[in-house]
């Protein structure tokens, strides 16, 4: 919309006066409407995202022109670094006289054509959902969209007006653990010394804290150590740290009471975070 400015002036003399004085009038300020104007507001519904979670995106096209729009074309990138996926059968489109599904004319990029022209003054609503890839990389701390509209003035050959919009979402903080576990060894014999290890990974992209492990011991094995070890940094567990109920044989750790703790980090530069905890021990002969 265009502003028109203006602003008069004024000349005058009076009995005795020997030149002419002048004076100035306020700026009168006016506003021309365009003949073809598009406008577009988009934003998510979600805020935040996590790996594999639907994610709705809400958009508001309008003629703020005095002429009516054809062609009124949008354009998502949404897909341009696969992050996003467009759900297919999600869209909608509402206008002042419906609520109808609607399919994108393409996928790459996905592009919606409205299926009648926009008259001054009105506004059509869009909605549809993408996808976050299950593979996302921990370390994409947000996503950022834009739609392209394009439309003709006056008629289906008429000028061309555009406009664009975007919508962030941030990343959820969030730990994804996953737990292994494995033995030193196929057979063993009574006394021998043996071991299993716990391997914990984190796929997300903040620390898991306060991580305990159960652990079902076989009837007559005998703890010799447990060792962890985070980032490289190995940590020994006395018998202080942990706790062993008896009947069942069951390893719980940390104890209750100790200052130890087990944290598995985050995934960094696309490496998950891991943590292993090794219990080594023998099968008595009682």
């Known amino acids: 919309m265009a502003i028109i400015s203006n602003q008069g002036s004024i000349a ?26 598009l406008v577009i507001d988009k934003f998510a519904v979600n805020e935040n995202f996590l790996p594999g979670e639907n994610i709705t995106y809400q958009l508001a096209i309008s003629n703020t022109g005095t002429g009516i729009l054809y062609n009124v074309t949008l354009a998502d990138d949404l897909g341009t ?23 994108p004319d393409t996928t790459d990029p996905l592009t919606f054509i409205l299926p009648s022209p926009l008259t001054s003054g009105e506004t059509a609503y869009l909605t549809y959902i993408a996808t976050v890839s299950e593979s996302i990389s921990p370390s994409v701390t947000s996503i950022t969209n834009t739609i ?21 979402i941030t990343a959820k903080e969030f730990a994804n653990v996953m737990v292994t576990k494995s033995a030193s060894e196929n057979d063993v014999n009574v006394g021998e010394s043996f071991s299993y290890t716990f391997t914990l990974t984190n796929s ?35 018998t202080s740290d942990y706790s062993l109920d008896t009947s069942t044989n069951t ?21 998950v975070g891991e943590t292993t905890i090794t219990i080594t021990g023998y099968i008595s002969a009682q």
Not at 12 to 20: A, I, P, V
Not at 81 to 103: C, H, Q, V
Not at 148 to 155: I, Q
Not at 251 to 271: K, M, N
Request: without cysteine; hydrophobic residues 35%.
């Open 251 to 271: 390893l719980s750790l940390p104890s209750e009471t100790t200052a130890q703790e087990l944290i598995v980090p985050a995934s960094t530069d696309g490496t």
């Open 148 to 168: 392209y509209g394009t439309a003709n003035g006056g008629s289906a050959t008429g000028v061309e007006v555009s406009a664009n919009a975007s919508a962030t």
């Open 12 to 37: 005058y003399s009076f009995s005795g006066s020997t030149t002419r004085e002048t004076a100035q009038s306020n700026v009168a300020n006016i506003n021309l409407a365009e003949e073809f104007n």
């Open 204 to 238: 997300g992209n903040t620390d898991a804290n306060d991580v305990s492990l159960t652990d079902a011991l076989p009837e007559n094995f005998v703890i010799t150590s447990i060792t962890s070890t985070t980032d490289d940094v190995v940590t020994n567990w006395t």
């Open 81 to 103: 670094n696969d992050y996003l996926t467009f759900a297919p059968g999600s869209a909608y489109l509402i206008t002042e006289e419906e609520r109808i599904s609607i399919s």
